[in-house]
T-cell receptor, first 113, second 112 residues
């Protein structure tokens, strides 16, 4: 039972263009969502998060959009840079007494120079 | 400010043995979580500790256990190792429960 799904295992974009990474969830109790970036042989690095009371959050080149009715969120990276090439994980938390993150399986982003 | 430190970085064990992995959280962080990453399953939650108490546990067999010490350092133990336990084990710490966890670089465990 995969509660957080990243249906695209990989994505390739040109430097300077927009990268859009998608994530769907099934658990309506999730109320906090996060994106992490991971390079090989390193732990995931926190990028940006969004609470379910919002539908958009921006931080520099990174913007996360949340569509609660569709149970869908996306991460936009503009402009994409070669250093953004990594695996991106979507994660969700249901707050309250549930102290765990549920992760998607990740999307490998490749930004070509 | 030192990050989350996990030791050792790499480990090779034989089936049937047991292993203990260590995690030192960021200073001041009292919540420590453990995750297992495998190619097929992605990152899966093992357990979370806060002030030496386990508050949540994932769907792993009882061979997987952990503990947290008074200085917030944490250890996880896997007994009777199986080939399928080969994975990257990640520790993450946070000031409090919820999002924004900072991850360590992980311990790569190989069971042969």
């Amino acid at each position: 039972d995969q509660q957080v799904k990243q249906n695209s295992p990989s994505l390739s974009v040109q430097e300077g263009r927009i990268s859009i990474l998608n994530c769907d969830y099934t658990n309506s109790m999730f109320d906090y969502f996060l994106w992490y970036k991971k390079y090989p042989a390193e732990g995931p690095t926190f990028l940006i998060s969004i609470s379910s009371i919002k539908d958009k959050n921006e931080d520099g080149r990174f913007t996360v959009f949340l569509n609660k009715s569709a149970k869908h969120l996306s991460l936009h990276i503009v402009p994409s840079q070669p250093g953004d090439s990594a695996v991106y994980f979507c994660a969700a938390n249901s707050g309250g007494s549930n102290y765990k993150l549920t992760f998607g399986k990740g999307t490998l982003l490749t930004v070509n120079p | 400010k030192a990050g989350v430190t996990q030791t050792p970085r790499y480990l090779i064990k034989t089936r049937g043995q047991q292993v203990t992995l260590s995690c030192s959280p960021i200073s001041g962080h009292r919540s420590v979580s453990w995750y297992q990453q495998t190619p097929g399953q992605g990152l899966q939650f093992l357990f979370e500790y806060f002030s030496e108490t386990q508050r949540n546990k994932g769907n792993f067999p009882g061979r997987f256990s952990g503990r947290q010490f008074s200085n917030s350092r944490s250890e996880m133990n896997v007994s009777t190792l199986e080939l399928g336990d080969s994975a990257l084990y990640l520790c993450a710490s946070s000031l409090a429960a919820g999002g924004g966890y900072t991850f360590g670089s992980g311990t790569r465990l190989t069971v042969v």
